[in-house]
């Protein structure tokens, strides 16, 4: 008889040092970073709190999985209002989560292939982590 085990590792992350962003970010993306994949994060973010955010430091992370995503250094909540009609509040972290997830879902879709392809691995790899956040309801709700 064979035994299902449920596998109940919990994804983590890892805050990346500062002296250590320039080459976990080309690493993983190349030029794609600085060149779309930041930019479109950014725009994001103030599309979806409608202005509210206006720039700032953001921290970036290493996820357990592979996966990496970025979020702002505010030790505060926003309103958000979503392209799917979804408003609520997130934390800074949470924000950031919700702004890489919409990034890197529509670049998964770029004419560059190479690009949609590892954005889309991007993006299943950070809702595989979104899994065990404390907001992990309104994240989901944010993005579905």
Same mark, same amino acid.
């Given at each position: 008889?064979?035994?299902?085990?449920?596998?109940?590792? @919990? @994804?983590?992350?890892? +805050?990346?040092?500062?002296?250590?962003?320039?080459?976990?970010?080309?690493?993983?993306?190349?030029?794609?970073?600085? +060149?779309?994949?930041? @930019?479109?994060? /950014? =725009?994001?973010?103030?599309?979806?709190? =409608?202005?509210?955010?206006?720039?700032?430091?953001?921290?970036?992370?290493?996820?357990?999985?592979? !996966?990496?995503?970025?979020?702002?250094?505010?030790?505060?909540?926003? =309103?958000?209002?979503?392209?799917?009609?979804? =408003? !609520?509040?997130?934390?800074?972290?949470? +924000?950031?989560?919700?702004?890489?997830?919409?990034?890197?879902?529509?670049?998964?879709?770029?004419?560059?292939?190479?690009? !949609?392809? +590892?954005?889309?691995?991007?993006? /299943?790899?950070?809702?595989?982590?979104?899994?065990?956040?404390?907001?992990?309801?309104?994240? @989901?709700?944010?993005?579905?």
């Amino acid at each position: 008889m064979t035994e299902c085990t449920e596998d109940t590792s @919990v @994804v983590t992350r890892r +805050l990346i040092p500062e002296e250590q962003r320039l080459d976990a970010t080309a690493d993983r993306f190349g030029v794609w970073f600085p +060149l779309t994949i930041e @930019v479109a994060v /950014y =725009q994001i973010t103030e599309h979806i709190t =409608q202005g509210e955010y206006t720039g700032g430091w953001w921290w970036l992370y290493d996820i357990s999985n592979r !996966g990496f995503y970025m979020a702002p250094d505010l030790d505060k909540s926003f =309103q958000v209002s979503c392209d799917n009609n979804w =408003q !609520g509040e997130l934390s800074a972290d949470a +924000l950031g989560i919700t702004a890489c997830l919409y990034a890197f879902s529509r670049l998964s879709y770029a004419e560059n292939i190479e690009l !949609g392809k +590892l954005c889309a691995e991007h993006y /299943y790899l950070l809702r595989e982590y979104m899994f065990d956040h404390p907001e992990v309801a309104a994240i @989901v709700a944010a993005t579905d």
